[in-house]
């Protein structure tokens, strides 16, 4: 009896529990509902349903199971002697026979006492019949199979543990995904909660807004163009070097726009098989469809956008493939009044199929390229308009130290300055820290274990200080802004830093000739001051030599060899500067074109041991004082160097 009431104990239990989690999941399912509308809530609900009812019949299973054995829990084993005394003395009212057991009921010993049940291994014997029926016993003989409980604990069991363990590994293999296969739809929805992004907080970037802005605009009142004739275009393609804003500039759009914004990355449409990612982008435009007008944004287009061709490897189209073609199936059939443009961005469209960039699918292909000084300024402010700036911080002077920088590498300045001024107990940011900050970014970390012997240090300091003379005494170089004999990065033992004083896109053959004389102007130093060259010029020569080559094969600039380009030349990838290059030109122009790159680099050493003899003094002095500091700012050497 006790048995039974922890048995009665145990379901009630289950049953409280169970009630409050179905409590908990409605609370889940309702915050899931406005999280993710975009996933039908009768689905939900029957995922939920479905999945208890599964653990909750199994249950019932075991616990009907537990009531069909519970006589023979409620028996108390006897010795098989005294059931046979028993069964002699009158005492057994009842008895069940099986092959497994015996078991039975005492007489009562009062009228209103409970009975008593007993049971007992069988004893395989073929009087035992005719010995209780002697002694008047009600017997009753079954088979000593439990169907019931071999189905639960043979089979059903087994297989719920298997299933569970089964689950858990798939789970854990698939990181939460919604089946095994891992084939639902990984978009994520911009909700309105965030703290949403404008283009007022992005910096510079000027033309990709404006044209964004265009965007926006057709999808909010595509009556405008429709009146037109025209129609609003299905895709828009952002492209440009790494840092550069893109993905921010698609954020701005969500928060601009006042429309669903779907964001996914192209690597999530990729997994293991074959058909995953075409199922995917099927569901995620169908589900753009169903919340149109809306933006479908795919960041690393290039990821499932390459360009086909080549081998088809196994006899079919690999998973790439598949996804690709379905995305250029769905981005060409639903229709531009729909209202669903597809934004993405990559910084890699050379290797982009040609079909994704027709006309009809990605319409604008927008650059959103390095920012401009003005752009610098601007993103510099936006950057540190949070952070206690000291009064000698100047933003325009931060901005020309950083020419080619993106506006990662730009937050990146920002947030080193903090963390330096941080390192250094200051209560405000100062210009000082935002020179470290630059200097750690372009010419790497310092390397403070790395010390130079008295030698190295002193050619060290003369090479440095013949790179700013030149210069400086050239007529087009630029002003000379910091000098250091500090060691950085991997192999820099030292830097020149010259400071342009206007952005400027193209360059005449004077400055490249200019250029060439201030790379020369440290290896000339070494030899004039200390007699003898080093190892340290490596890199400055072949800087020098690559100008003057492309001085005289790609830009024309040999008189010689007249208006031409030589050695056909391929971009290996965009916006990189990595190219291959194959001749198809002779051998007698080959040798000429060696003459001419050597002419130009001596001409550009002339120069500078023409500068540095008539101003040996000057350099010994501006030597002496970078041995002295290891830094030298351009208000120490304005005594000593020619200023223009």
Known sequence: METLKNLITMVVAFFNTAYNALKKRISELQTESNTYPNKPADKRWFDFLNHKLVIFSAILLIIFSFFNSLQELRQDAIPYSQFINDVKSAKIDKAVITDRYISGIFKREKLNAEPKHFTKMPLFQTDLAEFLQTNKVEFVVRSGENWLSTLVFNWVVPILIFAMVWSWIMRRTTQGAQSFLNIGNKARIHQDTQAKISFKDVAGADSAKQELKESIDFLKNPEKIQKLGGRMPKGVLLV????????????????????PFFNISGSEFIELFVGVGA????????????????????????????????????????????TLNQLLTEMDGFDASVGVVVLAATNRPEVLDKALLRAGRFDRQIIV??????????ILKLHTKDMPLAEDTDIATIAKRSPGLVGADLANIANEAAIIATRTGQTKIRMADFEAAIDRILAGPEKKNRVLNTEEKRRVAYHEAGHAMIAENVPTGQPVHKISIIPRGVS??????????????????????????????????????????????????????????????????????????????QQLQFLE???????????????????????????????????IANNKTILEKLAGILQ????????????????K
């Not at 440290?522 to 890199?539: D, H, K, M, P, Y």
């Open 577 to 611: 500067t990595e190219v291959s290059e194959y001749r198809n030109y002779s051998d007698e122009t080959a040798r000429l074109i060696d003459t001419e790159i050597i002419a130009l680099v001596q001409e550009g050493e002339t120069r500078a041991r023409h500068i």
């Open 369 to 378: 390229d390095k920012p401009d000084l003005r752009d610098r300024i601007e």
């Open 240 to 259: 440009g070097s790494p840092g550069t804003g893109k993905t921010l500039l698609a954020r701005a759009v969500s928060g601009e726009a006042q429309v």
């Open 279 to 322: 199922a995917r982008v099927r569901e995620l435009f169908e589900q753009a469809r169903a919340k149109a007008p809306c933006i479908i944004f795919i960041d690393e287009l290039d990821a499932i956008g390459r360009s086909r061709g080549g081998p088809v490897m196994m006899g079919g189209h690999d998973e790439r493939e598949q």
């Open 492 to 569: 820099a033992l030292g830097f020149t830093l010259q400071l342009p004083v206007e952005e400027k896109f193209l360059s005449t053959e004077d400055e490249l000739k200019d250029q060439i004389a201030i790379l020369m102007g440290g290896r000339v130093a070494e030899e004039v001051a200390l007699g003898s060259i080093s190892t340290g010029a490596q890199n400055d020569l072949e800087k020098a030599s690559d100008i003057a080559r492309a001085m005289v094969c790609q830009l024309g600039m040999s008189k010689k060899l007249g208006p031409l380009t030589y050695g056909k030349r």
């Open 628 to 643: 002295e500091k290891e830094v030298v700012n351009r208000e120490e050497i304005m005594g000593f160097i020619k200023i």
